[in-house]
């Protein structure tokens, strides 16, 4: 089992920037693909970001394209979001998962998840 718990959202004003991190235990993550997902109120939970398990190989949403950066620490079972220019609309919960194998961009692919941090970005 893979417990996934994120942290650092918080309330941050348009154009500002936040970092979340998503602590990884039970097991190393070192061979699990991760993401970044989000829900904003009201709406389906859409894929942000992710990385492959040597984090060679990034991918984004269109939405965070340019704007998110996705890392990873394998030696301290960490993964990190760097949201930079944030947006009203980039508020949402956000969630960190891990995925033994699939399309990084798919939530069934995800075997595991935390609980998710409010991000909220004012006008």
């Known amino acids: 089992q893979v417990q996934l718990v994120e942290s650092g959202g918080g309330l941050v004003q348009a154009g500002g920037s936040l970092r979340l991190s998503c602590a990884a235990s039970?097991?190393?993550?070192?061979?699990?693909?991760m993401g970044w997902f989000r829900r904003a109120p009201g709406k389906e939970r859409e894929f942000g970001a992710g990385?492959?398990?040597?984090?060679?190989?990034?991918t984004y949403a269109d939405s965070v394209k340019g704007r998110f950066i996705i890392s990873r620490d394998n030696a301290k079972n960490l993964v990190y979001l760097q949201m930079n220019s944030l947006k009203p609309e980039d508020t949402a919960v956000y969630y960190c998962?891990?995925?033994?194998?699939?399309?990084?961009?798919?939530?069934?692919?995800?075997?595991?998840w935390g609980q998710g941090t409010q991000v909220t970005v004012s006008s």
């Open positions: 039970g097991r190393t993550i070192s061979r699990y693909e």
């Open positions: 998962a891990a995925s033994w194998s699939g399309s990084v961009n798919s939530a069934k692919s995800y075997d595991y």
């Open positions: 990385i492959s398990w040597n984090g060679a190989s990034t």
